[in-house]
């Protein structure tokens, strides 16, 4: 049974840039409800997502990925894939103008330039540190300066600082 929370919850989802997991959700909802009112809210939801999604795929997708080993080690692992010129200085702006290596040595940053339209960065460490605060503030940035609407995200930090 889906509740009003539940749609709360995928809106902001929508609302963060999170719209694939978004359109999950209000798919879902559409081929589960019987509700007259919720199918009109997924339908609607839906377009708006596609709209998005076409504008987004168009500039920017940021996805996270992240592995927790036994021993607390976590690699955290952000794929930055644009298509628009002036994001690849804009990324390397944000980098250099944020990154501090006041973080442990045990932890690391590493920022890649892995292809034409693809940027990578790599965190690696002992439970949450600088780095985790240094990679909250760069996404906030990237979100900040390229706007909510012209990105598509997916995945989310494993220690939930959210961005």
Known sequence: MITPD???KADEALKKGYLEE?????????????DPVQDRIAE???????????NALQCMCLDIESVIEEDDFILCLIKVLFKQAHIPGL??????NSHRKNYPSSSSIKFTRTGSQQFTIELSG???DARCEWCSL??????????????????????????
């Open 6 to 8: 539940d749609i709360r």
């Open 22 to 34: 978004a359109k999950q959700f209000f798919s879902r909802l559409l081929t589960e409800s019987a």
């Open 44 to 54: 609607n939801r839906l377009e708006t997502i596609q709209k998005k999604l076409s």
């Open 91 to 96: 990324l390397e702006d944000l980098y250099t």
């Open 126 to 128: 002992y439970g949450a």
């Open 138 to 163: 760069y996404r906030k940035n990237i979100v900040y300066y390229v706007g909510i609407d012209n990105m598509a995200r997916t995945g989310h930090c494993p220690l939930g600082f959210d961005a």
